[in-house]
């Protein structure tokens, strides 16, 4: 088996996502930081909590999501629905040309 190594300005591709990604994620923490602090400081903390909450809660539920896919194994074989999708396709096809699919 053969090592796969990153050809053709892959690994710069690569390496821009993953700095445009951290950029984000390190944001993301200051913008949570001063969430944390504007809340607890006693300025306005009832109109900073009443219209960012319900974001962190339905942020929340979409990384549970996540966590439970990855942890049932969604994420192992990517691949295989496109090709059952394309399997399935055919047999539609077969027996559309037999009229036997809405025919019987």
Do not use: C
């Amino acid at each position: 088996m053969s090592k796969r190594t990153m050809k053709d300005g892959k690994f710069v591709s690569v390496a821009v996502v993953a700095v445009a990604v951290g950029a984000a994620g390190v944001t993301f923490l200051f913008k949570l930081y001063e969430f944390v602090a504007a809340s607890t400081t006693g300025i306005v903390p009832g109109i900073v909590t009443a219209t960012v909450l319900p974001y962190f809660f339905i942020s929340g539920g979409f990384l549970l999501l996540a966590a439970w896919a990855w942890a049932s194994g969604h994420y192992k074989n990517i691949e295989a629905p496109k090709r059952d999708m394309l399997l399935q396709e055919q047999e539609w096809e077969r027996l559309e040309r037999q009229n036997k699919l809405f025919y019987e």
